[in-house]
């Protein structure tokens, strides 16, 4: 990461004092919640009309861009930053599927590799055609100026991480736009490990920080586009590790109102760089794409919230 190029939103993010701060964190919150409806809306495109997940998709992509269009599963799970055994779970939906070969080295039973077929190849085109499609339909929310950006970070980010599919020599935008969401994913999720939390967890907090004491669950939920019972196994995962608070509304006995404890407050002050971080180690951008980056995710959230962008 050049931090010379991102030390200005870097430091509005880790200066409590900044006039810029708290939209700061506002604008990570929005640019998370992008992510995850980016990753659920193509979940639910691949899933309904493909029957694949988005690590099946990406394994298929990625043998299809290896030499002989082979790779070894533990090469596959490196790639892909998740563990062997992840990845080899996969894969027996895969050969049922007859979407890829496995075989075993001779020398190491150990060792398997997966080879894409040609059954494979023509569920890469049906995916593709689905999830170009939608992508079509998101990218018409985004102004010339973010779209071109977008394009760049998702070249430099498949680059960055051994990612790139190149048709006709030059590289495919949509796949490439896909990974880098699923890359941010992946980055983010890495750097939260560490601290204890997944990233349901610290966007949650983060939403409590936002709205201020008072807040219900279903406001939570409603604020980061989420189902009610989506946020109901992390709010008490929050409140064991004592980071949230819980009280009875005074107006209505049922309904409990939530807030941050001063552990939750600090640990999202403390967060929201390191967060910061994987939006740029994603793909490298400089100061000014990451604005842009930021903006987009800013305005798509306001469309959201005043008219479905993710239908």
């Not at 980016?38 to 299809?64: G, H, K």
Request: net charge neutral.
């Amino acid at each position: 990461m050049d931090t010379l190029k991102v030390d200005a939103h870097r430091r509005r993010l880790e200066d409590r004092s900044d006039p810029q701060h708290f939209a700061a964190i506002e604008g990570e919150s929005d640019y998370l919640t992008v992510m995850n409806l980016l990753f659920r809306s193509i979940s639910q495109v691949l899933a309904e009309r493909c029957s694949l997940t988005t690590l099946q998709y990406r394994m298929l992509l990625r043998l299809l861009s290896a030499p002989d269009n082979t790779m070894r599963t533990t090469d596959l799970a490196e790639n892909l930053r998740v563990c062997a055994s992840t990845v080899s779970a996969t894969v027996p939906k895969l050969v049922e599927d007859r979407f890829v070969v496995r075989s075993e080295d001779p020398g190491d039973m150990r060792v398997v590799s997966l080879t894409l077929t040609k059954a494979g190849l023509a569920e890469i085109d049906e995916a593709d055609f689905h999830v170009g499609a939608f992508l079509q339909s998101y990218w018409r929310n985004l102004s010339s100026e973010q779209l071109e950006a977008a394009f760049a970070s998702s070249t430099n980010a498949v680059t960055l991480h051994n990612a790139t599919r190149i048709e006709n020599g030059t590289f495919r935008l949509d796949t490439a736009f896909f990974d880098t969401v699923m890359i941010s994913r992946t980055l983010t999720s890495a750097k939260l490990a560490g601290y204890g939390l997944n990233t349901s967890m610290y966007r949650i907090l983060v939403a409590l920080r936002v709205l201020g004491l008072g807040t219900t669950a279903s406001q939570v939920a409603k604020y980061l586009f989420l189902k009610s019972s989506d946020v109901t196994a992390p709010l008490k995962t929050l409140e064991r590790k004592g980071l949230i608070s819980k009280e009875r509304n005074a107006e209505n006995r049922r309904t409990k109102s939530l807030g941050l404890t001063q552990a939750g407050w600090d640990l999202v002050e403390e967060l929201a760089p390191v967060v910061y971080d994987a939006l740029v180690d994603t793909c490298h951008s400089n100061e000014e794409a990451v604005r842009i980056h930021l903006q987009a995710a800013r305005e798509v959230v306001a469309r959201e919230r005043g008219a479905a962008v993710f239908s």
